[in-house]
């Protein structure tokens, strides 16, 4: 856990004992306790092929969110809180669904297929942040963590008074 208290860094290592190369595809499962009783609030949040990708989840603890392609990071976010995902390397796609008691959701990612020649070992590396969807907390991260909040149609102007309110309280 990193020293801001939200932040867990790991790593994920595959060894091929075998004799011969073997593919590798795998699937990363993040279990959060978002959830919000309006469900306004509540969506998935990924960044895929240089763009923010955004989907509302008002029905999330019912159905499946399942979303393919060369995704940078993913997130689940609610009005204050945010699980981001993200890989040191783009993951392939993602699902959000609910847990079993439908109570809270899932995100899952999968890795990029790829494969390990006998004998020889792979790693790949994750950051994943659980807390707030504050912006001095999500830039810690990295630049590219801003784009898991939304300013809406001005942002430049929603920028502008947040920082003007935030250093005159």
């Not at 993040?30 to 990924?46: C, G, I, T, Y």
């Not at 847990?99 to 990029?112: A, G, N, Y």
């Amino acid at each position: 856990l990193e020293e801001d208290g939200y932040t867990l860094k790991f790593t994920v290592t595959f060894r091929n004992g075998t004799s011969q190369t073997v593919p590798l595809y795998y699937q990363l499962t993040a279990a959060s306790s978002l959830h919000d009783p309006e469900k306004r609030f509540l969506e998935a949040v990924a960044f895929q092929n240089g763009k923010r990708k955004a989907f509302r989840l008002n029905d999330a603890l019912k159905k499946t969110l399942s979303v393919e392609g060369q995704t940078a990071w993913g997130a689940l976010k609610e009005k204050y809180f945010s699980l981001i995902l993200k890989p040191e390397v783009d993951f392939s796609g993602f699902v959000v669904e609910p847990t079993e008691d439908q109570k809270s959701l899932t995100l899952k990612v999968w890795s990029t297929p790829q494969s390990i020649a006998a004998g020889s070992t792979t790693t790949d590396q994750y950051l994943f942040y659980f807390g707030p969807n504050r912006l001095e907390e999500l830039k810690k991260l990295g630049p590219w963590a801003e784009g898991v909040l939304h300013y809406g149609m001005f942002g430049g102007v929603t920028k502008f008074l947040l920082w003007t309110l935030t250093h005159l309280h």
